[in-house]
């Protein structure tokens, strides 16, 4: 039998993925569910909840004038969490419970689509052959009601917690709980025990599995990938003159009109009829920035600090989550290193909406180790036709036997003295590879006010399969350019979309996310399977007017050297009161910059600089618990590839 400690939250929704129908059972004597029972009913609602049968036991304990009011507040509350065609039941003696055994086996189970797309079975038996050669692997043959769709011996199989691993053969043993005896003509009782119904059949395979091609190796894809030119689509604006030693990477920047141009001349003929003033607001400035001196360090919370975003003290998360809902997006130039350096990798866009982003370009090398589909949908739609009807048809007791299973795997997960369920599920072609997958998620109520960061190590339950990830949030929006800004926080109360690298899931596919072995705290939905989804750090530069000479002024505290503000000059300016400006260039030896705007600002105002960056989540280790598509495999090193290095179709090629 199946034992399950009280708390154990995995365990209830490993039950809950292969349950036709499911009891709660609710103690009259009770005041209330308790938190661990809402935290339950709220996990398995979010993977997908089968048919529910509501039990009340104990009523007859509580006093009779009390018993039917009390029985009406538990129905109601078993309506509101599963509607309310669910049916509550009293139990009280023996022939209540023969009534919940007979209104679970004539009422209609509730299809999850997820899991009927695809063939799985919960193990109740299994057994464990060596190899001769004594290599610490065997064949494994385990045992269970095959349930959803067929299941192919040519398939490739996930096993709960223990990997991915091929079928040998699937063999169709007698029933051990037949609900009626079967009369076969012409078999005896020795034939009818053990009959086989399918072999693995090596051509058969490839619809089933995919063998990736050789993977490129680290100098063809960094020549072929992380050595392209940046290329800016300018088609917002047409790029007019450059300022004299202004670099590409810098001219990538400008965006001019003629209109804009004009208005700048225009301006510029104004300044040069104030220039005595202007020479004695830039005296002014230096002489206020000599009385200032240096800059002192600010006892800011910099996570460049950390190793590891896991390492950081939830006392400092809480501290940056309630800084960046405050200043979302807004960064303090350090004033030990350049800006030039610090913000190397970033660039400025005219229009975050409209302006393109080339998807390929500057590529991690991680991206050598996953598979991406021309068309997700249409090759999805491709090899659910190629698998219908194939295999073993649903329905009956199988048997399946598993090619090359560790045996300290076997010891570890099978053969335990504390039982716990153990399911074998059928994967369709491409799902044993890895790509970027995109979840649209929405941040749990138990989870309010706790700080999750982006690429912290999160453990995903997609479908019947668990993997650990380190995701990028972003904003669930839509966009034209599929450009999606990075968000650093999991807010509250907000949908978002967790980019993370995974193993290939076809849709749908519910999914639970958990920090550490406890706490939920995100449910949501399979969005997408897509590398090319860019995922944008949006970062805000900040500085102040120290002088305004009518639509010119000096800003402070953006830059603290010269050599930063010709670096970024390029770069339109904005304040948070709507104005917007461009740099002059730079005053003194301390980064003041001169900046003209496109009308007079304040002295209370803020000026700013938008720049943007693409980032990626960070891609998961052998090491990692839960990985299990990286260790306790059958599958040969070269299956195991993970994909072609460059982005290819659903067939392969590129």
């Given at each position: 039998?199946?034992?399950?400690?009280?708390?154990?939250?995995?365990?209830?929704?490993?039950?809950?993925?292969?349950?036709?129908?499911?009891?709660?059972?609710?103690?009259?004597?009770?005041?209330?569910?308790?938190?661990?029972?809402?935290?339950?009913?709220?996990?398995?609602?979010?993977?997908?909840?089968?048919?529910?049968?509501?039990?009340?036991?104990?009523?007859?304990?509580?006093?009779?004038?009390?018993?039917?009011?009390?029985?009406?507040?538990?129905?109601?509350?078993?309506?509101?969490?599963?509607?309310?065609?669910?049916?509550?039941?009293?139990?009280?003696?023996?022939?209540?419970?023969?009534?919940?055994?007979?209104?679970?086996?004539?009422?209609?189970?509730?299809?999850?689509?997820?899991?009927?797309?695809?063939?799985?079975?919960?193990?109740?038996?299994?057994?464990?052959?060596?190899?001769?050669?004594?290599?610490?692997?065997?064949?494994?043959?385990?045992?269970?009601?095959?349930?959803?769709?067929?299941?192919?011996?040519?398939?490739?199989?996930?096993?709960?917690?223990?990997?991915?691993?091929?079928?040998?053969?699937?063999?169709?043993?007698?029933?051990?709980?037949?609900?009626?005896?079967?009369?076969?003509?012409?078999?005896?009782?020795?034939?009818?025990?053990?009959?086989?119904?399918?072999?693995?059949?090596?051509?058969?395979?490839?619809?089933?599995?995919?063998?990736?091609?050789?993977?490129?190796?680290?100098?063809?894809?960094?020549?072929?990938?992380?050595?392209?030119?940046?290329?800016?689509?300018?088609?917002?604006?047409?790029?007019?003159?450059?300022?004299?030693?202004?670099s590409e990477y810098q001219a990538a920047w400008i965006w001019e009109s003629d209109e804009e141009?004009?208005?700048?001349?225009?301006?510029?003929?104004?300044?040069?009829?104030?220039?005595?003033?202007?020479?004695?607001?830039?005296?002014?400035?230096?002489?206020?920035?000599?009385?200032e001196g240096e800059k002192e360090d600010e006892d800011e919370l910099n996570d460049d600090q950390?190793?590891?975003?896991?390492?950081?003290?939830?006392?400092?998360?809480?501290?940056?989550?309630?800084?960046?809902?405050?200043?979302?997006?807004?960064?303090?130039?350090?004033?030990?290193?350049?800006?030039?350096?610090?913000?190397?990798?970033?660039?400025?866009?005219?229009?975050?909406?409209?302006?393109?982003?080339?998807?390929?370009?500057?590529?991690?090398?991680?991206?050598?180790?996953?598979?991406?589909?021309?068309?997700?949908?249409?090759?999805?739609?491709?090899?659910?036709?190629?698998?219908?009807?194939?295999?073993?048809?649903?329905?009956?007791?199988?048997?399946?036997?598993?090619?090359?299973?560790?045996?300290?795997?076997?010891?570890?997960?099978?053969?335990?003295?504390?039982?716990?369920?153990?399911?074998?599920?059928?994967?369709?072609?491409?799902?044993?590879?890895?790509?970027?997958?995109?979840?649209?998620?929405?941040?749990?109520?138990?989870?309010?006010?706790?700080?999750?960061?982006?690429?912290?190590?999160?453990?995903?339950?997609?479908?019947?399969?668990?993997?650990?990830?380190?995701?990028?949030?972003?904003?669930?929006?839509?966009?034209?350019?599929?450009?999606?800004?990075?968000?650093?926080?999991?807010?509250?109360?907000?949908?978002?979309?967790?980019?993370?690298?995974?193993?290939?899931?076809?849709?749908?596919?519910?999914?639970?996310?958990?920090?550490?072995?406890?706490?939920?705290?995100?449910?949501?939905?399979?969005?997408?399977?897509?590398?090319?989804?860019?995922?944008?750090?949006?970062?805000?530069?900040?500085?102040?007017?120290?002088?305004?000479?009518?639509?010119?002024?000096?800003?402070?505290?953006?830059?603290?050297?010269?050599?930063?503000?010709?670096?970024?000059?390029?770069?339109?300016?904005?304040?948070?009161?709507?104005?917007?400006?461009?740099?002059?260039?730079?005053?003194?030896?301390?980064?003041?910059?001169?900046?003209?705007?496109?009308?007079?600002?304040?002295?209370?105002?803020?000026?700013?600089?938008?720049?943007?960056?693409?980032?990626?989540?960070?891609?998961?280790?052998?090491?990692?618990?839960?990985?299990?598509?990286?260790?306790?495999?059958?599958?040969?090193?070269?299956?195991?590839?993970?994909?072609?290095?460059?982005?290819?179709?659903?067939?392969?090629?590129?």
């Amino acid at each position: 039998g199946i034992n399950a400690e009280y708390g154990d939250k995995f365990f209830a929704l490993d039950v809950a993925k292969v349950a036709d129908i499911l009891l709660f059972v609710y103690e009259a004597s009770d005041e209330e569910i308790d938190s661990f029972g809402h935290e339950i009913i709220s996990m398995i609602k979010g993977q997908g909840i089968p048919s529910v049968i509501g039990i009340i036991q104990g009523l007859d304990k509580i006093p009779q004038k009390f018993s039917a009011e009390l029985k009406k507040t538990i129905a109601k509350d078993y309506e509101f969490h599963f509607g309310e065609d669910v049916k509550v039941i009293p139990i009280v003696n023996e022939q209540d419970v023969g009534q919940v055994f007979r209104f679970a086996s004539s009422m209609k189970v509730k299809e999850l689509h997820w899991r009927e797309i695809r063939p799985y079975f919960l193990i109740d038996k299994h057994t464990y052959v060596p190899h001769s050669d004594e290599d610490g692997k065997g064949t494994v043959a385990v045992s269970g009601y095959l349930k959803g769709a067929s299941l192919s011996a040519s398939q490739l199989v996930y096993i709960t917690d223990c990997g991915y691993f091929l079928i040998s053969k699937i063999e169709g043993p007698k029933d051990p709980c037949p609900l009626k005896k079967e009369h076969r003509a012409g078999m005896n009782v020795e034939e009818a025990d053990l009959i086989d119904l399918e072999i693995m059949d090596t051509e058969q395979k490839e619809k089933f599995v995919f063998d990736p091609p050789p993977v490129l190796d680290e100098d063809q894809w960094h020549n072929e990938q992380i050595n392209e030119p940046v290329e800016l689509d300018l088609t917002i604006k047409t790029k007019k003159r450059v300022p004299k030693g202004t670099s590409e990477y810098q001219a990538a920047w400008i965006w001019e009109s003629d209109e804009e141009q004009g208005d700048e001349d225009a301006d510029e003929n104004d300044d040069d009829e104030d220039e005595d003033d202007e020479g004695k607001m830039k005296n002014d400035a230096e002489e206020e920035e000599q009385e200032e001196g240096e800059k002192e360090d600010e006892d800011e919370l910099n996570d460049d600090q950390w190793d590891n975003v896991n390492e950081i003290p939830e006392s400092i998360k809480m501290k940056q989550m309630e800084e960046d809902m405050e200043f979302p997006d807004e960064v303090d130039t350090p004033n030990d290193v350049p800006a030039r350096v610090k913000f190397a990798g970033y660039r400025g866009m005219k229009s975050f909406r409209n302006s393109e982003w080339d998807a390929k370009e500057n590529l991690p090398k991680d991206y050598t180790k996953i598979f991406q589909f021309q068309s997700f949908i249409r090759a999805q739609q491709r090899v659910m036709k190629d698998f219908d009807g194939q295999g073993v048809l649903a329905g009956r007791y199988v048997t399946v036997h598993l090619l090359e299973f560790p045996k300290d795997v076997y010891d570890s997960q099978l053969n335990t003295d504390q039982k716990k369920p153990i399911t074998l599920s059928g994967l369709f072609k491409y799902e044993n590879q890895i790509s970027v997958l995109n979840f649209s998620i929405q941040k749990h109520s138990s989870a309010a006010n706790l700080p999750i960061l982006s690429t912290e190590e999160l453990v995903f339950h997609s479908g019947f399969r668990k993997f650990v990830g380190y995701p990028l949030f972003s904003e669930n929006a839509t966009n034209r350019q599929q450009k999606y800004k990075y968000e650093k926080f999991l807010q509250d109360g907000r949908a978002c979309v967790a980019t993370v690298y995974g193993p290939i899931t076809f849709l749908p596919s519910n999914v639970l996310i958990f920090k550490g072995e406890e706490q939920l705290i995100a449910v949501g939905a399979l969005q997408s399977v897509n590398p090319d989804r860019v995922v944008l750090e949006k970062v805000i530069l900040t500085g102040n007017p120290l002088k305004i000479h009518k639509k010119s002024a000096v800003i402070k505290d953006m830059f603290f050297n010269p050599e930063d503000v010709k670096w970024f000059k390029p770069i339109e300016l904005w304040t948070k009161k709507g104005r917007t400006g461009h740099i002059l260039g730079s005053l003194g030896t301390h980064g003041l910059m001169k900046v003209h705007f496109d009308g007079g600002i304040h002295n209370d105002d803020v000026v700013c600089m938008t720049l943007y960056k693409r980032i990626f989540p960070v891609f998961p280790t052998k090491n990692d618990p839960y990985n299990t598509i990286f260790v306790n495999s059958s599958l040969e090193p070269n299956e195991m590839d993970m994909g072609e290095g460059k982005p290819h179709d659903e067939e392969g090629t590129n």
